[in-house]
């Protein structure tokens, strides 16, 4: 369970953040939610598929680390084992929430106080003695603000995709070295042959939103399953 309150630093004061990331940390997780802003970095080091929300329907696209529930291939001994750590992931325990509604509604930062990373005797501190906040917990401020204008962004992305019935059904049928084998399914990819088709206004629209490149680094990027697959195969050596 989580729960989350606004930031304070009359209420939050003594608390630290454990950095790194391990299971304990609440870093064994399947997939991460992105964002197409995020694309560039996340294709370096990831697949990019879809989903859907359980409780909304909605889509989202996520960042694959592994082929079951709780499980991050990219969690090693000393850490994470990537050039990029998904910002949904770096941002933790912290979320923005809103206050007010409609037009009024300013985002504000919330802390998770039933994180695992949440502690009083060790990591980072969230406030100096002065009560000001600490480099660490500006970095993440502008790490909230870049997630949350990206997510933003991501909406009208996935809402031009299901517009130009740009999303197919997949299912991964993976067989490993050990001989054992796993669907993966209730994910979605670019269909490419209905994108291949698309003619030169759309195209353009596309690419005017900042939505074409995102799409073309989704695509390129399911050649990182052949790396996930590998990390899976050497948990048997």
Not at 39 to 44: A, G, K, N, W, Y
């Amino acid at each position: 369970m989580s729960q989350y309150e606004v930031l304070s630093k009359d209420k939050h004061r003594q608390l630290r953040i454990k950095t790194g990331y391990s299971p304990a940390l609440g870093d064994a997780v399947m997939y991460a939610m992105t964002y197409p802003m995020e694309f560039r970095d996340i294709q370096s080091c990831y697949p990019i598929l879809f989903t859907k929300d359980q409780n909304t329907g909605g889509f989202f696209a996520a960042a694959l680390m592994g082929f079951e529930a709780d499980q991050n291939l990219f969690l090693q001994h000393n850490g994470w084992d990537a050039a990029y750590v998904p910002a949904v992931v770096q941002r933790q325990p912290f979320l923005i929430a809103t206050r007010g509604e409609g037009d009024d509604e300013a985002p504000v930062v919330s802390l998770d106080l039933d994180h695992p990373r949440v502690s009083r005797d060790e990591g980072e501190a969230l406030f100096d003695n002065e009560g000001g906040p600490t480099e660490f917990l500006n970095q993440k401020i502008a790490l909230l603000d870049k997630l949350h204008r990206g997510l933003q962004h991501g909406k009208g992305f996935i809402d031009t995709l299901l517009q130009h019935e740009l999303l197919e059904q997949i299912t991964l049928d993976i067989a490993f070295n050990d001989g054992s084998k796993k669907s993966v399914e209730r994910f979605y990819t670019i269909a490419e042959e209905r994108l291949y088709q698309l003619k030169g206004d759309v195209l353009e629209s596309l690419n005017q939103a900042g939505y074409l490149q995102p799409v073309f680094m989704a695509v390129a990027s399911l050649s990182r399953l052949r790396d996930i697959i590998e990390r899976r195969n050497r948990l048997q050596v």
